[in-house]
């Protein structure tokens, strides 16, 4: 999130639909820095098993719906004709289904796993705000460059980092479960795909600023 | 089950990257299209327009030539042959009162005579067929020289060369229609018509101290209802894939054309 970072502070005047994006990049800074600190330092500072800061898991399940309901914003605020009733639903229903979730079948504070259901219904959503977003572009009538069509970049990151992620996250603990080195070694997958989230967001703002 | 499960997750990532790059291309595919026809479309329009500029400007040229014959070969002549009729009568069996009369009808059918020719070849292009642009100016601008109180002077470039017709004679109108236009509202007492031709590209200055345009206000009254000279003037230079720019400074005006010259098409 330090890759965008500059870019985002730079640009004083942004266009309505990029401030969600704004917020997240923020956001997502505090709540990745609060999860290494918590990685890194819960044996030096002492924390035990059954502590509640012993595990960083929650802050993916927090990262999770954060991030699906600031880029469900982005692409309503797009203002592009096209499923918006179905767009502004969307984060609606993924919070009943996350309450229904955790109400009944998981534990948000769980020690041991994230979400995998939570996030892989996240990833599934936000696939499909990409595809249509994709769709609206083939079926308008202006011609507008793609890289300069609003949020373009953008879109294309969360494409490459929801399709890369979608079957780790479906499948995560599963995977710790049965092959746990597997888990860690395509736990890379997402970070890479991560990281291109991270330079296509940095690229939209800097394409903004020009 | 642990290697099926693996297999399932690469597979599954594989497919998933595959198809947001197809669809990606797809999407770029399909812009590039729609850009393409958008193009095509445009150029369309403009030749469409270009056309339809063409055929209303020819039209007018075609107009004016009728109407100059007219004045020429059918008012001219009766003019004239009234004024032969008028020269029969024999002012000596005349009062004093009728030669009086006689003699001021015969000025004024005089008068009459020289208008009508000078309209005549004012909208007959005859000068500027036989004799080319630059000729076709001077002999505008001595013209005018001699009707008003203006001192016009030209400075042209003779290595101009009629390549085509057509253009010069909408390059004379342009000039025709500009010369009025200072002459009816700038009030200038000096005018400079001048030209240079280089690379192919024709570059004609109408300079004069008077009160002109400014680019915004061409702009701005091209587009109104009385600005119909401007607007005619916009469509030739439309026409000649010219540019016109009106500037001022402090010694006066200048208005700028600058026309590429293409080949001869017809003569």
């Known amino acids: 999130m330090l890759i965008p970072l500059p870019f985002i502070i730079k640009n004083k005047s942004l266009p309505k639909y990029l401030k969600p994006i704004k917020a997240y990049v923020l956001i997502a800074l505090i709540i990745n820095l609060g999860t290494t600190v918590i990685w890194k330092y819960k044996e030096p500072w002492g924390f035990k098993e059954g502590d509640f800061l012993w595990s960083n898991n929650f802050l993916y399940n927090i990262h999770s719906v954060i991030r699906l309901l600031l880029f469900s914003y982005f692409f309503i605020l797009l203002e592009q004709r096209f499923m ?127 | 089950m642990t290697k099926d499960l693996t297999f399932l997750v690469i597979m599954g990532i594989a497919v998933m990257l595959l198809m947001i790059v197809s669809i990606l291309l797809a999407v770029i595919f399909n812009q590039r299209k729609k850009s393409q026809h958008r193009t095509a479309m445009e150029k369309l329009r403009e030749q469409q ?59 004024l059918l005089n008068e009459v005579i020289q208008k009508v020719r000078g309209i005549s070849h004012n909208l007959h292009s005859n000068i500027l067929k036989e004799f080319g642009l630059n000729e076709a100016i001077r002999h505008f601008v001595k013209k005018l020289t001699q009707e008003t109180i203006i001192n016009a002077t030209t400075n042209l470039d003779d290595n101009y060369k009629t390549s085509n017709a057509d253009d010069d004679i909408s390059l004379y109108r342009i000039v025709q229609e500009l010369i009025n236009n200072i002459l009816k509202y700038a009030h200038a007492s000096e005018m400079l018509i001048s030209s240079s031709f280089q690379n192919q590209v024709l570059d004609l200055v109408i300079f004069h101290n008077g009160d002109g345009l400014t680019q915004e206000q061409f702009e701005e009254l091209r587009y109104q209802k009385e600005g119909l000279g401007l607007k ?33 098409q017809h003569e």
């Open chain 1, 84 to 210: 918006h009733r179905v767009k502004k639903a969307l984060p609606f229903l993924f919070l009943l289904l996350a309450a229904v979730n955790f109400i009944f079948f998981e534990n948000f504070f769980d020690r041991w796993m994230f979400s995998n259901r939570l996030l892989a219904m996240e990833a599934a959503i936000l696939l499909f705000y990409c595809l249509q977003y994709y769709i609206y572009l083939t079926i308008e009538d202006r011609s507008t460059a793609l890289v300069k069509q609003p949020g373009f970049w953008i879109v294309t990151g969360l494409s490459f980092f929801v399709a890369a992620s979608f079957f780790i996250f479906l499948f995560y603990s599963y995977l710790t479960a049965e092959d746990l080195k597997f888990a860690v070694d395509i736990w890379d997958v997402h970070n890479i795909a991560y990281v291109l989230l991270c330079i296509c967001i940095a690229i939209n703002f800097k394409k903004q600023n020009d």
């Open chain 2, 232 to 264: 005619n003037i916009q469509n030739r230079i439309i026409l000649l894939k010219g540019t016109i720019l009106f500037t001022s400074g402090t010694e006066g005006y200048r208005i700028n054309i600058h026309v590429p010259v293409k080949t001869a």
């Open chain 2, 49 to 107: 327009q270009n056309q339809l500029i063409e055929a209303a400007v020819r039209s007018e040229e075609t107009e004016r030539h009728r109407i100059a014959e007219t004045l020429h070969d059918e008012v001219g002549a009766i003019l004239s042959s009234a004024k032969l009729h008028l020269l029969g009568i024999k002012s000596e069996v005349l009062d004093e009162k009728d030669k009086k009369l006689h003699e001021k009808g015969r000025e």
